[in-house]
């Protein structure tokens, strides 16, 4: 079988599991596969795929017919230029949260640390400001002790120098920090069966569903913050869809709260405040 028949193949099983984009699919599946970028795979249509590599295909073919996300087959996805490696223990990380990257930048100024990034998964968001904000300590945590192997390793392969605990919210952080930065947990729970099949049924439940709500989980973590940050310390927290009110109207008297950043869509995605 040639490159451009397995393509062509793929295409059509692909089609028929209903799958978007299901010739972009099968090209990003396969240039993966063989590690060439796509312009080659173009031209390489008329050479012989070596089974080894049909059969890796299929199968990786297979596993996104299933609903299995692109990122988990492939194992990474890009977060503000660069690649972080991702398995099923993290959340994918989304394009609407490099807006919380960019309300930190703007907002903390280059002397921002000591960052803690509260849930950092795959480490996209504290890796990322680590490595933007040079010398700023940045502390990535998470209750999850998988999600914090796979934070730590994309820090060291992305040469990003910071520290990693595991702890439930902010309960273990001590000292004074200058900014806290999480992207939390947000679905409710009577949510979560009316999720995408690719989110519901392979990114972790502990990333989505927060225990207690979200109203809660904001709520802690909006008091945890207000007890370890410096006077006009930053917190910044992204939020899910139609939550602004509810989760602005959670900050008292003990906070400045900053304009709401939407997204790309227009949603208000990113709520800042400083702590008076
Ligand atoms: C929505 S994901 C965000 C992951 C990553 N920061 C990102 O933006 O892609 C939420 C993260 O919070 C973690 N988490 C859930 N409950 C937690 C808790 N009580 N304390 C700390 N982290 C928690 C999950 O393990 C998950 O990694």
Same mark, same amino acid.
């Given at each position: 079988?040639?490159?451009?028949?397995?393509?062509? !193949?793929?295409?059509?099983?692909?089609?028929? #599991?209903?799958?978007?984009?299901?010739?972009?699919?099968?090209?990003?599946?396969?240039?993966?596969?063989?590690?060439? !970028? $796509?312009?080659?795979?173009?031209?390489?249509?008329?050479?012989?795929?070596?089974?080894?590599? #049909?059969?890796?295909?299929?199968?990786?073919?297979?596993?996104?017919? #299933?609903?299995?996300?692109?990122?988990? /087959?492939?194992?990474?996805?890009?977060?503000?230029?660069?690649?972080?490696?991702?398995?099923?223990?993290?959340?994918?990380?989304?394009?609407?949260?490099?807006? &919380?990257?960019?309300?930190?930048?703007?907002?903390?100024?280059?002397?921002?640390?000591?960052? &803690?990034?509260?849930?950092?998964?795959?480490?996209?968001?504290?890796? %990322?400001?680590?490595?933007?904000?040079?010398?700023?300590?940045?502390?990535?945590?998470?209750?999850?002790?998988?999600?914090?192997?796979?934070?730590?390793?994309? #820090?060291?392969?992305?040469?990003?120098?910071?520290? +990693?605990?595991?702890? !439930?919210?902010?309960?273990?952080?001590?000292? $004074?920090?200058?900014?806290?930065?999480?992207?939390?947990?947000?679905?409710?729970?009577?949510?979560?069966?009316?999720?995408?099949?690719?989110?519901?049924?392979?990114?972790?439940?502990?990333?989505?569903?927060?225990?207690?709500?979200?109203?809660?989980?904001?709520?802690?973590? /909006?008091?945890?913050?207000?007890?370890?940050? +410096?006077?006009?310390?930053?917190?910044?927290?992204?939020?899910?869809?139609?939550?602004?009110?509810?989760?602005?109207?959670?900050?008292?008297?003990?906070?400045?709260?900053?304009? %709401?950043?939407?997204?790309?869509?227009?949603?208000?995605? +990113? /709520?800042?405040?400083?702590?008076?």
């Amino acid at each position: 079988m040639t490159i451009g028949e397995a393509l062509a !193949d793929a295409t059509r099983r692909l089609e028929a #599991a209903r799958i978007a984009s299901p010739r972009l699919t099968a090209e990003v599946l396969l240039s993966h596969g063989l590690d060439l !970028d $796509r312009a080659r795979l173009h031209t390489r249509q008329p050479q012989q795929l070596p089974v080894r590599s #049909a059969a890796a295909y299929r199968a990786q073919i297979e596993r996104r017919s #299933a609903g299995e996300p692109l990122q988990y /087959i492939t194992g990474v996805q890009e977060f503000y230029g660069r690649p972080f490696r991702v398995d099923r223990s993290v959340l994918i990380p989304r394009p609407e949260t490099e807006h &919380v990257v960019e309300a930190v930048l703007e907002l903390a100024g280059p002397d921002a640390g000591p960052v &803690v990034d509260v849930g950092t998964g795959s480490g996209c968001i504290g890796v %990322t400001l680590a490595l933007e904000i040079g010398g700023s300590r940045v502390v990535l945590t998470d209750v999850s002790r998988d999600a914090l192997r796979v934070a730590k390793n994309n #820090a060291r392969r992305l040469g990003a120098r910071v520290t +990693v605990a595991c702890m !439930d919210g902010l309960s273990a952080c001590r000292g $004074r920090v200058r900014c806290v930065v999480a992207n939390p947990p947000y679905v409710r729970e009577d949510e979560h069966a009316g999720l995408q099949r690719e989110v519901r049924e392979h990114e972790p439940r502990i990333a989505l569903v927060p225990a207690g709500g979200p109203g809660r989980f904001y709520e802690r973590l /909006i008091r945890e913050s207000r007890d370890r940050l +410096v006077e006009g310390g930053l917190l910044v927290l992204e939020i899910g869809f139609s939550m602004e009110t509810q989760v602005r109207g959670l900050f008292g008297a003990e906070w400045r709260l900053l304009p %709401t950043r939407a997204d790309l869509a227009g949603i208000p995605r +990113v /709520i800042a405040a400083r702590r008076r």
